[in-house]
């Protein structure tokens, strides 16, 4: 079917004349900030305690528009005998906002949430190339990072959240029980009653009372023995302990 000539032209003063029956609404910026939704994409922040410089990042973003240096440090040894550890340290974060898209691909990526959406805006600048914002720059913004919205009450305790809780406690038992000082046992104090039996044992039987024994035992007869008298003559010899005999040739006839 063919356009109506003039069609266009009626539905251009149609939008005209609504618009003018409109209440108009002027925005009084910079006096007054407007009032931005929660998720709005301004810059991006940068919460430089969490990034472990795993460039992951600067590798995921299409624009190329991040820069990082970093070097290697030498961590001594945390106990006498273990080794060296070594980390990097972050010496250069800077983003490009020139080249920056904005798709948030850096900020999905990074696995130790190092970077934040910020609903900051005011950024322009008269050089294009004052655009490239350093860390100190991204470290600010995150102080406009809103947030995070509350969780569920009945949801699940994070678990960062209660291993630190964990840990604060054990700290804080571990302190009460040196601070504690250990007491002298009294004569009142109960001896332990030996293991407790186990459910259905039989009782242990009871222990029976030995007889009195005489350690000394009997008197034993003291002095010297009974006179027995001296005994056979023992043959004499060579190599014969007993006495020596006449030597040989003395008692012979002549």
């Excluded at 440090?73 to 340290?89: D, H, K, L, Q, Y």
Aim: glycine residues 10%; charged residues 25%; negative net charge.
């Amino acid at each position: 079917m063919p356009p109506i000539p003039g069609s266009g032209l009626a539905k251009g003063l149609a939008v005209t004349l609504r618009t003018m029956t409109r209440k108009s609404v002027t925005a009084q910026y910079p006096d007054v900030q407007p009032d931005l939704p929660p998720r709005t994409r301004g810059v991006i922040g940068l919460f430089e305690e969490n990034c472990t410089v795993c460039m992951l990042c600067a590798r995921e973003c299409p624009d190329w528009c991040i820069y990082i240096d970093s070097h290697k440090e030498t961590i001594p040894a945390a106990a006498p005998g273990g080794r060296e550890r070594s980390r990097n340290v972050l010496d250069r974060f800077a983003i490009d906002f020139s080249l920056c898209m904005y798709c948030g691909i850096c900020i999905e990526v990074c696995p130790f949430d190092a970077l934040f959406w910020s609903p900051e805006f005011e950024y322009a600048e008269t050089d294009i190339r004052e655009l490239t914002h350093e860390r100190d720059k991204l470290r600010e913004w995150m102080w406009t990072v809103p947030a995070p919205p509350a969780l569920d009450p009945a949801a699940e305790e994070p678990k960062e959240i209660a291993a630190a809780r964990k840990t604060v406690e054990k700290q804080a038992a571990a302190r009460a029980q040196e601070s504690t000082p250990p007491g002298p046992a009294g004569p009142g104090t109960p001896r332990s009653a030996g293991p407790t039996p186990a459910p259905g044992a039989a009782p242990a039987p009871e222990a029976r009372p030995r007889p009195d024994r005489d350690e000394s035992g009997p008197e034993r007869p003291t002095g010297p023995g009974p006179d027995r008298g001296p005994g056979p003559d023992r043959p004499t010899g060579s190599g014969s302990a007993g006495p020596a005999g006449p030597p040989p040739g003395e008692g012979d006839p002549a």
